[in-house]
């Protein structure tokens, strides 16, 4: 079974400054997608950016950007010129490829602080 | 935007009641789940479904069972609640069409508590 570990329960960063979130995960697959997921205090999950498994190129989405590094398991994001909306869980999750209904696999969360 | 409704945000049901949380999706996805989220463990799939009145189990199915008879629809069951399903439930649905990197669209939870 696949598994995803944050190892960071709970990150502070200033605001404007940069941090990066942890993540690695587990799995036998050669075949998989990688995301960032933001949960603010709203308690929406909203998707921050993915990643291909089969694609060397780490993905970018303005200030947030992954480092991506499949031989180590490692998928961490990079948070630039933080904000205070910034503010919230991050959740790490693995999905299998295929075409497949496969469900996510979470991480336990990473809480981030903005100080202003 | 896909919208993704689950029918309460808060509810506070007894031991042994059975339980239904709803979740409608306006987007014609395929692909429907259920997931548990608690503190210090993050989230986890109990249950999703692929089309209609199929399911598949998730990771932690115990307690719970599914339906779903309409593409839109996907009911999480409780068949009789117990104290340690108290959690918060969210609901996500995706589509296969554009391909398995597709995120899947969550509502904005359930907080259940079970007296």
């Known amino acids: 079974a696949q598994t995803v570990t944050q190892s960071q329960p709970e990150m502070s960063v200033q605001e404007a400054e940069t941090v990066t979130l942890s993540c690695t995960y587990d799995t036998s697959e050669s075949d998989y997608y990688l995301f960032w997921y933001k949960q603010p205090p709203s308690r929406q999950m909203i998707l921050v950016i993915r990643q291909e498994a089969y694609k060397q190129q780490n993905a970018t989405e303005n200030r947030f950007s992954v480092n991506f590094q499949k031989a180590a398991k490692s998928f961490s994001l990079k948070i630039s010129d933080s904000q205070l909306g910034d503010a919230a869980m991050y959740f790490c999750a693995y999905r299998p490829g295929g075409g497949g209904a496969d469900g996510l696999t979470f991480g336990k969360g990473t809480h981030l602080i903005i100080q202003p | 935007d896909v919208k993704v409704t689950q029918s309460s945000r808060y509810l506070v049901k007894r031991t042994g009641e059975k339980v239904f949380l709803e979740c409608v999706q306006d987007m014609d996805h395929e692909n429907m789940f259920w997931y548990r989220q608690d503190p210090g463990l993050g989230l986890r799939l109990i249950y999703f479904?692929?089309?209609?009145?199929?399911?598949e189990k998730g990771d932690i199915p115990e307690g719970y069972s599914v339906s779903r008879e309409k593409k839109e629809r996907f009911s999480l069951i409780l068949e009789s609640a117990s104290t340690n399903q108290t959690s918060m439930y969210l609901c996500?649905?995706?589509?296969?069409?554009?391909?398995?990197?597709?995120?899947?669209?969550f509502g904005d939870g359930t907080r259940l508590s079970i007296l």
């Open positions: 996500a649905s995706s589509s296969p069409g554009t391909g398995p990197n597709q995120p899947q669209h």
């Open positions: 479904s692929y089309d209609v009145k199929m399911k």
